[in-house]
């Protein structure tokens, strides 16, 4: 009884985290198809509002692809190598976007993909994510390092919880209008 619950709870794992990378890299390549053609919707919820970032959409594609091929059964030496790569390079994103706001400077990965106006509505610096998201890529980066090493579960899901507990916190602040919980910057 307790094997096929088990079996049960890792089968419903294993198809959320099959729609949760889809939909990770679908978001993504919406917003990037925005981006390309100038489709204010597909870049931003609300005319007018906040934009996702086109870097952001990528770390997004990126995370995504890395979660799929993570649930692959058989994993050879390539597909161990794009998925560790990708989720390096969200992590990277992450980091550099951290360390571009820790020290104010500008190392220019904010431009690469498309040129967003200086002054956009809820923006620091064109084109950047904000710090929460920066932050989050880095956790869910290192996460999907760490969750390929079979010792390092633990330390996985803590770093993805608290990603989540980040992403849950900026939702209420929306929400309700509680700017504090999704503006880190001014304090």
């Not at 978001?27 to 609300?46: P, T, Y």
């Not at 020290?103 to 904010?110: H, K």
């Not at 690469?112 to 869910?140: K, V, Y």
């Not at 980040?166 to 880190?184: C, D, K, T």
Request: aromatic share 10%; net charge positive.
């Amino acid at each position: 009884m307790t094997t096929q619950l088990n079996l049960r709870f890792s089968h419903s794992f294993k198809i959320f985290s099959q729609v949760a990378s889809v939909f990770a890299i679908s978001i993504g390549c919406l917003v990037l198809v925005g981006w390309m053609f100038d489709i204010a919707l597909l870049k931003g919820v609300l005319p007018g509002g906040v934009t996702m970032k086109a870097n952001t959409a990528l770390a997004f594609i990126l995370s995504g692809v890395s979660l799929w091929l993570l649930q692959a059964k058989q994993t050879g030496p390539k597909r161990r190598h794009i998925t560790q790569g990708c989720a390096l390079i969200v992590a990277l994103m992450g980091l550099l976007t951290l360390t571009e706001y820790l020290f104010r400077r500008d190392l220019g990965i904010d431009q690469l993909l498309f040129n967003d106006q200086s002054g956009a509505a809820g923006t620091l610096a064109p084109n950047r994510m904000p710090p929460a998201t920066a932050l989050n890529f880095l956790l869910i980066g290192v996460a999907l390092l760490l969750v390929d090493t079979r010792r390092r579960h633990g330390l996985a899901q803590f770093l993805t919880l608290t990603a989540l507990l980040v992403s849950f916190l900026a939702l209420i602040g929306y929400a309700y209008g509680v700017h504090s919980f999704y503006r880190i910057v001014p304090y």
